[in-house]
């Protein structure tokens, strides 16, 4: 928790922000997604604020891009999540045909 307070700190020094602005193009799509589970989900206060102060900054600079990458965060989390779900109905058709056979061999 201190590490990533420390890090999200950095982000307000004005000469860093300078080179970030500077790189917007490559550093955002890197820490979007990073950026996007804190806000969502960090369980320390002051890190869950400071990240949405760096998400505003990069907001800020580039809607255009700041949109882009999160639409194409969107994508990626519907993707995992239909992932997810062909994985638990694979399983379940596995445990409903072993269970299946498991039932023939009873009954032989």
Same mark, same amino acid.
């Given at each position: 928790?201190?590490?990533?307070?420390?890090? $999200?700190?950095?982000?307000?020094?004005?000469?860093? /922000?300078?080179?970030?602005?500077?790189?917007?193009?490559?550093? $955002?799509?890197?820490?979007?997604?990073?950026?996007?589970?804190?806000?969502?989900?960090?369980?320390?206060?002051?890190?869950?604020? @400071?990240?949405?102060?760096?998400?505003?900054?990069?907001?800020?600079?580039?809607?255009? $891009?700041?949109? *882009?990458?999160?639409?194409?965060?969107?994508?990626? /989390?519907?993707?995992?999540?239909? /992932? *997810?779900? $062909?994985?638990?109905?694979?399983?379940?058709? @596995?445990?409903?045909?072993?269970?299946?056979?498991?039932?023939?061999? /009873?009954?032989?």
């Amino acid at each position: 928790m201190q590490v990533a307070e420390r890090a $999200l700190f950095l982000w307000n020094n004005e000469h860093i /922000v300078g080179l970030i602005a500077q790189n917007r193009t490559v550093i $955002l799509p890197i820490i979007f997604e990073a950026l996007e589970k804190n806000v969502q989900s960090h369980w320390n206060q002051a890190v869950n604020g @400071l990240t949405v102060n760096v998400r505003k900054m990069f907001l800020e600079m580039d809607a255009e $891009l700041f949109e *882009e990458c999160q639409r194409q965060y969107l994508e990626k /989390v519907a993707k995992a999540k239909e /992932v *997810e779900e $062909l994985r638990e109905l694979n399983w379940k058709r @596995l445990a409903d045909a072993a269970a299946q056979n498991g039932a023939d061999m /009873v009954t032989a």
